[in-house]
Structures are given as C-alpha cells and as structure tokens.
C-alpha cells in the first residue's frame, strides 16, 4: 500500500484481495500476524490507519474464521512502534477477538 493510504483504500484492498483469498484457499485455520505499524501515529509505516480500523480488520477476520475454519483464529504481536498507539490498537484488537467491543460504524478515511 502507498504511504498515506488510510482506511478507505487498505479496506478496499481488504476486500477485494485479501477476503477473496481466504475464500479461494478455504483454510483449516487462520493465523494473524498482528502488526500495527500501519497507525497513523506510527513513525516508520505511513499508512494512517485508525486505531478503530484495526477492530474492522479484526472483525472480517474472525467472520473468515467462522466461515472457513470453524472459528480457528490466532495471532501473534508483530510490529508497531508508536507505544501509546500500540497500546491502543493491541487493546482494540483483543477486545474484538473476545467479543468485548465492535467495530460500531465503519471507520471514516
């Protein structure tokens, strides 16, 4: 993804490739390599994804789960160097993953 992409075009592209593969592979399990440098207060990954995205993201990934690999879902903590806004995504990505929060309306570009 260019740098700047924000959440309008990385949910296109989370749609149109990424959701379209899972179906097309139709996996046992899903593994997330949860990485959250793309924040946009992250100094190194220029992407500008809200802190909410993450909770879509994570959302579409649990409903793959459902989907293809009855509920199997794992992830692992990759990057993100921006400590508060590792702190809040982190949060934002398990409280979805245990039912906790939603994703409430989509998160605006």
Do not use: C
């Not at 959701?19 to 097309?24: K, N, T, Y």
């Not at 924040?39 to 190194?44: E, G, I, R, S, T």
């Not at 994804?49 to 993450?54: C, D, K, R």
């Not at 879509?56 to 993100?80: C, N, Y």
């Amino acid at each position: 993804m260019p740098a700047g992409s924000g959440n309008v075009a990385y949910e296109q592209a989370f749609v149109d490739q990424i959701l379209p593969a899972i179906d097309s592979y139709g996996p046992d399990a899903i593994l997330i390599s949860a990485g959250f440098d793309a924040h946009q207060a992250d100094p190194l990954g220029a992407i500008n994804l809200s802190t909410q995205f993450y909770s879509w993201m994570t959302e579409r990934m649990l409903e793959a789960a459902d989907k293809h690999a009855a509920g199997r879902l794992i992830s692992v903590l990759e990057g993100g160097y921006d400590l508060d806004a590792l702190a809040s995504s982190v949060s934002v990505h398990l409280q979805t993953m245990a039912g906790v929060a939603s994703s409430g309306p989509k998160p605006a570009g």
